[in-house]
């Protein structure tokens, strides 16, 4: 039976599948994170209860100080005893805030995993979405598609985040070559180390200036992504039209050719 066409239909189509793109960017710009803010509300409440515990310390620090005339000995104890209780529970505290603060790039990294693989398999019609939560497999996909990942916008801050996300998922600490990339080298330099491990102590805050940094880059990464994509699939230059004809003409004989010029034809 021979297949008819409809101009209106493929042009209505073609249509819809242009205005997925807008879409995608429109939900991305009022996209609201409410992982972001749930976990924020949590860091708020954990450094609010460690700056009590700290007001607690010096409130007995200056009590010990006038107690003059009691035995010495026995302030001494109970004022260390005390502080050493205090670290305990702010150390505690801290390893909370860090391990938020880590969940904060996880999360956002996934987020950024979902959207590309979302982004790839509705545009270019791909039903097995499963490889596309490989990095690698999107580089190559998107390079077979002339679009290189590594030149949009963002990327280098995407990447930074991608090998952060990774030293915290599989490794017990963050690797150094991660931290060198992470970190500029007065940032690095003012790093603690630690005395018994020789290693540079990672705190919740570091992790948290570095998400503050990289945040923002994640929308302009997505947006530059969908718009290459956009573009690659929708915008026909002169150069881009004659190099799909000679890249057809060196693979189809002329009735083959003829034959697509016609079918293309009937969709117009």
């Known amino acids: 039976m021979k297949k008819e066409y409809n101009y209106h239909i493929t042009s209505d189509l073609r249509e819809i599948n242009k ?137 280098e801050e995407i990447y930074q985040l991608k090998q952060l996300n990774n030293s915290i998922k599989h490794s017990k600490k963050v690797e150094e070559k991660t931290l060198n990339l992470i970190f500029n080298k007065e940032e690095y330099e003012r790093v603690p180390t630690s005395p018994f491990f020789s290693e540079k102590i990672i705190t919740y805050k570091h992790l948290l200036n570095f998400y503050n940094r990289i945040e923002p880059f994640i929308k302009i990464f997505l947006s530059d992504l969908c718009n290459m994509i956009y573009e690659e699939l929708y915008v026909f230059s002169k150069d881009k039209i004659e190099n799909l004809a000679e890249d057809l003409v060196l693979r189809m004989e002329k009735e083959d050719a003829l034959e697509l010029i016609d079918k293309i034809k009937k969709h117009y």
């Open 19 to 155: 205005d997925s793109f807008d879409h995608f960017l429109a939900t991305l710009e009022l996209e609201d994170n409410k992982f972001d803010a749930s976990i924020d509300s949590l860091i708020s409440s954990k450094e609010e209860g460690i700056k009590i515990l700290n007001e607690k310390l010096r409130k007995s620090l200056q009590q010990n100080h006038h107690h003059e005339n009691f035995d010495t000995e026995t302030l001494n104890f109970e004022l260390e005893s005390f502080k050493s209780e205090n670290q305990t529970v702010i150390w505690y505290i801290e390893e909370e805030l860090k391990a938020l603060a880590e969940m904060k790039i996880v999360y956002a990294f996934k987020s950024i995993e979902i959207n590309i693989k979302k982004l790839i398999s509705d545009s270019f019609k791909i039903k097995n979405k499963r490889d596309f939560f490989n990095w690698k497999t999107v580089e190559t996909f998107l390079n077979s598609k002339n679009i290189n990942l590594q030149k949009l916008k963002g990327y």
